[in-house]
């Protein structure tokens, strides 16, 4: 999170990035990291009708190759995806919308108690050929446990503004 100066001896907690902001081969270090618990991965299941017994049954879980609940992978996509908001796409004045993820890679397993890191490495920046004052920016992000093993990576695209031209320009 950076600040800006709004005022004298005033400023603004700043989220994101404009357009201009990105460049090929810059690499964000999402932070904090996320410490993801046993009751995160239960209620998402079921908040997401999730009811796979490797999530919500630790009788049947233990009795795998994993030997205890697996943190759903959706839970998982979630909380990375989030990390990467304030460097990304900010505030709603930078990013205007996701526009997809591709290639999502599960690389290793997440368990409870695990504190999840990620970080994205802008692949591609270029201008909107419809929107003459947004561009594209493309990033893969990849996640990793508290111990440095790969957990997941993604491709992720969003719709960005340009310096200027920013929904709700203050």
């Not at 090929?24 to 270090?29: A, L, S, T």
Request: glycine share 10%; charged share 25%.
């Amino acid at each position: 999170m950076r600040s800006e100066e709004v005022g004298k001896q005033r400023y603004r907690a700043s989220y994101g990035r404009y357009l201009e902001d990105f460049k090929v081969g810059d690499i964000y270090e999402h932070r904090p990291g996320r410490t993801i618990t046993d009751a995160d991965n239960i209620q998402f299941s079921l908040l997401t009708m999730n009811f796979h017994p490797m999530h919500c049954d630790a009788h049947h879980a233990s009795k795998s190759e994993f030997g205890k609940l697996l943190v759903s992978s959706g839970l998982t996509i979630a909380i990375v995806l989030g990390m990467s908001v304030n460097d990304v796409s900010g505030r709603e004045r930078q990013a205007i919308a996701n526009l997809g993820w591709k290639e999502i890679k599960l690389t290793g397993p997440v368990f409870a108690g695990d504190t999840l890191y990620a970080e994205s490495e802008v692949l591609e920046v270029r201008e909107s050929k419809s929107r003459p004052t947004q561009g594209i920016v493309t990033g893969h992000t990849r996640a990793f446990n508290q111990d440095g093993k790969p957990v997941m990576n993604f491709i992720c695209t969003a719709l960005i503004a340009k310096r200027g031209h920013g929904i709700a320009e203050d």
